[in-house]
């Protein structure tokens, strides 16, 4: 004659069942989780800050050439060209140019660690999930479309105006040729100054 433990009819045996199949379900889930997450490795991260590296570089460059372009158009219409004064302001250009690169550097770092953070998230959260529902596939299912989500580079931000205190000189500069038409380096380009002087001339006809 058999007797059931407890004499339950055998539901603390269905109950044990029960829970070693539902933690195996959970070890199945979370191997999944992590399986389709496992593509998120340093290489993907430094992948990630290389494409905004790639995205910011250009308008650097840009943003440098205008403003360097600026600075000579304006030393050579003051008459500066070749004087001291083109090495200081030159100067300034270049330690602008510096800063935003290390700019974009940290940009690009920034961009790296929330991506990161975003996968550790979603990783954590449907962990959380398996082990609170004991469904495995569920758990695939909703690792695979997240993934694909984190996996595109997002819309990278634009980095807006570098070079602020170049644009002020450029600035002060066509602000001095407006008021004063007349200052040096500006007589071959003003119709009414003569070469000695700058003072205008009376034609009678």
Known sequence: ???????DGGAAD?????EVARQERIRTGVSN???????????????RSQDYKDF????????????????????????NLA???????????NRERDLANMRV???ATEYANQARANVE??????????????????????????AASIRPSPAFEGLGSLFGTSGAIINKAKQTEYYNPYAPGMSGLNPFSNKKGGSSQTVNN
């Open 14 to 18: 269905r109950a044990r069942a029960d």
């Open 121 to 146: 998230q979603n990783r954590t959260d449907l962990i959380n999930q398996v082990q609170a529902t004991g469904d495995a596939n569920l758990a695939a299912n909703q690792a695979q479309m997240r």
């Open 83 to 93: 004087s001291s004064e083109r090495a200081r302001q030159l100067g300034i250009v």
């Open 1 to 7: 004659m058999c007797f059931s433990s407890g004499g």
């Open 56 to 79: 910011a570089a250009p308008d650097v460059a840009r943003q440098y050439k205008d403003t360097q372009s600026g600075i000579l158009y304006g030393l050579a219409r003051s008459g």
């Open 105 to 107: 550097t940290d940009k």
């Open 33 to 47: 989780v992590n399986s389709k997450f496992g593509e998120f490795d340093d290489s993907f991260y430094a992948k």
